[in-house]
């Protein structure tokens, strides 16, 4: 639970932010609703001797009771709409240019990481190849290369609030920059067979020096 809130990224501020003014707007005109609704029922209650009035929901003194809080409720959604849209377009299309590329590829049932060896560069000799763990150096911008051999995957970490559907046949681009050391949990979010359940990876965050080492000491010699 404590791991779910951490913020590792560059974006997941901005994601929690939206996650809260939605939560806040829609909570504020619950509460509206449901009192209105409350005081409707105790203002017009059964009364000894009086009969109750057929009411169509035409009348013109009655419409106001709906169009004055669609119309509050369409000013808030074009908050919520506009904040949705910056928070989109930094994290799906803004592409930040790379200190560092790495290939993720989902299959049933683990993940495949190809991180750059000594030479900085994916898909020469020296690469590194390592099932369930995630190499990455923190505050680098990352650049990823997303792949499925089978079926459908999602490549989740919730730390940095980034989800993105694995499509096979297709390489999906995306982007992250760590913020914070650690080691952190990577899921996938998308159910693909009898072992989704277990298909569970580590990220592994740590500062230049620890990041040299790791890759150095792994790198295949050749």
């Given amino acids: 639970m404590i791991e779910t809130l951490q913020q590792a990224s560059s974006y997941a501020a901005d994601i929690d932010g939206l996650i809260i003014l939605v939560a806040v707007l829609t909570g504020f005109w619950f509460f509206v609703a449901q ?12 009364k000894p001797g009086k009969k109750s009035k057929y009411v169509t929901g035409r009348e013109q ?3 106001r009771w709906i169009s004055f809080p669609h119309g509050l409720v369409l000013v808030c959604d074009v908050f919520i709409i ?5 928070v989109w377009y930094d994290v799906k299309q803004r592409l930040p240019e790379a200190d560092r590329v790495v ?6 049932w683990a993940w495949t990481f190809q991180h750059p060896g000594s030479d900085g560069d994916l898909d020469t000799d020296d690469d590194v190849y390592v099932v369930d763990e995630l190499h990455v150096e923190v505050d680098k911008t990352y650049h990823f290369h997303l792949e499925a051999r089978d079926v459908m995957h999602s490549f989740s970490v919730p730390v940095f609030r980034l989800k ?6 297709r390489s999906i681009m995306g982007w992250f920059r760590p ?15 009898i072992g989704h359940g277990v298909m569970a ?6 500062d230049e020096a620890q990041h040299a080492a790791w890759v150095t000491q792994n790198t295949p010699n050749r």
């Fill in 103 to 108: 290939r993720i590829t989902g299959q049933q």
């Fill in 164 to 169: 993105q559907d694995a499509i096979p046949g």
């Fill in 35 to 46: 009192g209105v609704f409350f005081w409707l029922i105790f203002r017009y209650r059964a």
């Fill in 179 to 193: 913020t914070l050391v650690g080691e952190f949990d990577v899921q996938c979010a998308e159910i693909c067979g």
């Fill in 201 to 206: 990876a580590r990220i592994f965050i740590t």
């Fill in 82 to 86: 506009v904040a949705s849209v910056n």
């Fill in 61 to 63: 003194h009655l419409t």
